[in-house]
């Protein structure tokens, strides 16, 4: 069992950067792929983008490639989303995820974190 933590969300303005962290707990986090999803108002839960396990591999949709960048601490047992030139579209509520499989774009996704909401004003 994985237990997830995300935070760092806020209200910011367009241009802005941000960093949410995603914290974890239970069982070594570094036997887990991460990934990131959002949920924007009215709207599906998306992927983002994700890291694999050993940190070899990420992956990143084309709304946030170039922008975004996932990484991982594994001595902290954290795992970040820092996100650059923030737009008012990309206000959502962001969610960690934890899975077995090595790559980020497996969608067996078993483990979240309860999200943290981003606030992009324009």
């Known amino acids: 069992q994985v237990q997830l933590v995300e935070s760092g969300g806020g209200l910011v303005q367009a241009g802005d950067t941000l960093r949410l962290s995603c914290a974890a707990s239970?069982?070594?986090?570094?036997?887990?792929?991460i990934g990131w999803f959002r949920q924007a108002p009215g709207k599906e839960r998306e992927f983002i983008g994700g890291?694999?396990?050993?940190?070899?591999?990420?992956h990143y949709v084309d709304s946030v490639k170039g922008r975004f960048t996932i990484s991982r601490d594994i001595a902290k047992n954290t795992m970040y989303l820092q996100m650059n030139s923030l737009r008012p579209e990309d206000t959502a509520v962001y969610y960690c995820?934890?899975?077995?499989?090595?790559?980020?774009?497996?969608?067996?996704?078993?483990?979240w974190g309860q999200g943290t909401q981003v606030t992009v004003s324009s």
């Open positions: 995820a934890a899975q077995r499989a090595m790559s980020p774009q497996t969608m067996s996704y078993e483990y």
């Open positions: 239970g069982r070594p986090f570094s036997m887990y792929t």
């Open positions: 890291i694999s396990w050993n940190g070899a591999a990420t």
